[in-house]
């Protein structure tokens, strides 16, 4: 099966950085498109930024010029370079692939998430 591992979250102040990174493993034939969703507390999970297989990127205004998501199509791995952050970034932030995997010679497409990391932003 597919598992998304995360890492990378914590807690940081205003204004300060951290890097986010998922690591994708299993029997996955190929990539379509890797990125990072988030869900604060009593809120509606929201994207934040996606990247295609061919490097095309997608982010949410909120995080324009501040987030950069970036891709290793070897390692199967996505990162969320995240600088400036506000208070308001505070949430869970999950990894998030669509990807194919191979079952006897048939490609199967699917949507899996990571378990989430917690991104504090605090004085």
Same mark, same amino acid.
């Given at each position: 099966?597919?598992? =998304?591992? &995360?890492?990378? *979250?914590?807690?940081?102040?205003?204004? *300060?950085? =951290?890097?986010?990174?998922?690591? %994708?493993?299993?029997? $996955?034939?190929?990539?379509?498109?890797? /990125?990072?969703?988030?869900?604060?507390?009593?809120? &509606? #999970? &929201?994207?934040?930024?996606?990247?295609?297989? *061919? *490097?095309?990127?997608?982010? %949410?205004?909120?995080?324009?010029?501040?987030?950069? $998501?970036?891709?290793?199509?070897?390692?199967?791995?996505?990162?969320?370079?995240?600088?400036?952050?506000?208070? &308001?970034?505070?949430?869970?932030?999950?990894?998030?692939?669509?990807?194919?995997?191979?079952?006897?010679? $048939? =490609?199967? #497409?699917?949507?899996?998430? /990571?378990? /989430?990391?917690?991104?504090?932003?605090?004085?």
């Amino acid at each position: 099966q597919v598992q =998304l591992v &995360e890492s990378g *979250g914590g807690l940081v102040q205003p204004g *300060g950085s =951290l890097r986010l990174s998922c690591a %994708a493993s299993g029997s $996955i034939f190929s990539i379509n498109a890797m /990125g990072w969703y988030r869900q604060a507390p009593g809120k &509606e #999970r &929201e994207l934040v930024a996606t990247i295609t297989s *061919g *490097g095309s990127t997608n982010y %949410a205004d909120s995080v324009k010029g501040r987030f950069t $998501i970036s891709r290793d199509n070897a390692k199967i791995a996505v990162y969320l370079q995240m600088n400036s952050l506000k208070p &308001e970034d505070t949430a869970v932030y999950y990894c998030n692939a669509d990807l194919n995997t191979l079952n006897t010679r $048939i =490609l199967i #497409r699917g949507v899996y998430w /990571g378990q /989430g990391t917690q991104v504090t932003v605090s004085s």
